[in-house]
Nanobody, 124 residues
Framework: QVQLVESGGGLVQAGGSLRLSCAAS????????MGWFRQAPGKEREFVAV????????YYADSVKGRFTISTDGTMNTVFLQMNSLSPEDTAVYYC?????????????????WGQGTQVTVSS
């Protein structure tokens, strides 16, 4: 079992920055992938970014590439999402998730464990 707790959400003006954290506990292996997803009201949950614990390799959605950065603390305990140049279109509940498979995926259904989410609101 893996437990995930997100934090760091809030209200920010357009152009501002936020840093989300996801604290992970339980049985975590270096082969796991840690992903960030987001869900805006009335929309499906969408992929944001993913990182592989073993080598730190990352992959981003085109909509956030160059603005968001996913990283870890190096101890397989915490994953971060640094979000810069935020726009109102980034407003959503942000979730971190764990995929236990050896393959990276951008599909939410492929992730096995989820946090409760943290609200990010960007005002114009």
């Amino acid at each position: 079992q893996v437990q995930l707790v997100e934090s760091g959400g809030g209200l920010v003006q357009a152009g501002g920055s936020l840093r989300l954290s996801c604290a992970a506990s339980g049985r975590i292996f270096s082969t796991y992938r840690m992903g960030w997803f987001r869900q805006a009201p009335g929309k499906e949950r969408e992929f944001v970014a993913v990182i592989r614990w073993s080598d730190g390799s990352t992959y981003y959605a085109d909509s956030v590439k160059g603005r968001f950065t996913i990283s870890t603390d190096g101890t397989m305990n915490t994953v971060f999402l640094q979000m810069n140049s935020l726009s109102p279109e980034d407003t959503a509940v942000y979730y971190c998730a764990v995929r236990t498979s050896l393959l990276t995926s951008t599909n939410a259904v492929d992730y096995d464990y989820w946090g409760q989410g943290t609200q990010v609101t960007v005002s114009s």
